[in-house]
C-alpha cells in the first residue's frame, strides 16, 4: 500500500494536482491503518498460535509470544509511518525518508532497546517496546513533516 501511495503522490503532482495527492496518502494511510490494525488485533489476541506454527519450545513462544503483542500496538502508527514515508519518495525526495529512517530506527531505536534491555532490566521486552516506540516516532516526524507540505515543490 506504501508503493500505491507513492505512485499516487508522484502521478498527482506529475498532473500539477498537490492536494489530491496528498488526500490520495491519507486515505491509502487509512487503509493501511485497517489492514495493519487487523493483523495487530490477531498477534495481540491469539499470538500463541501463531508462533507455534515456529517452534514447540517453551521459552520462544514465550518470548516470540510477547513480540507479537507489544510490536502488534506499533502497528497502527508504522501504517501512517510507512505510507507517508513512501509518499516522499513518490514526490521525487528521498532524502526525507533516509533521515527519518535514520532516525527513528539507527539514532532512537537500537539506543532505546540497549537502555530498555539491560540498563533497566526489560531484557528483550524492552527491545520490542523500542520497535513499538520507533514506529511511532517515525509515523509522528513523517506525518509533521508532510502537513508542512515542502514535498509538494519537489521537481522530478
Known amino acids: 500500500m506504501a508503493n500505491a501511495a507513492a505512485t499516487l503522490v ?14 490520495a496518502v491519507w486515505v491509502v494511510g ?4 485497517l489492514f495493519l490494525g487487523g493483523v495487530g488485533v490477531l498477534f495481540t489476541l491469539c499470538p500463541g498460535p501463531l508462533v507455534g506454527f515456529f517452534t514447540h519450545d517453551p521459552a520462544e513462544l514465550k518470548f516470540a509470544a510477547d513480540c507479537l503483542r507489544i510490536v502488534a500496538l506499533g502497528f497502527l502508527m508504522f501504517a501512517y509511518g510507512m505510507v507517508l514515508v513512501q509518499a ?32 533497566l532490566g526489560l531484557g528483550p521486552n524492552g527491545v520490542f517496546i523500542a520497535i513499538t516506540a520507533a514506529y511511532t516516532l517515525l509515523a509522528g516526524l513523517a506525518a509533521l513533516l508532510f502537513r508542512r507540505g515542502k514535498w509538494q515543490t519537489q521537481r522530478v
Open 10 to 23: 508522484g502521478q498527482n503532482l506529475g498532473a500539477g494536482k498537490p492536494d489530491r495527492a496528498a488526500r
Open 88 to 119: 516522499f519518495n513518490g514526490a521525487g525526495d528521498t532524502r526525507t525518508p533516509t533521515l527519518l529512517n535514520v532516525l527513528a530506527f539507527w539514532c532512537f531505536k537500537i539506543p532505546l532497546a540497549y537502555l530498555l534491555a539491560i540498563p
Open 30 to 33: 487509512f487503509y493501511n491503518f
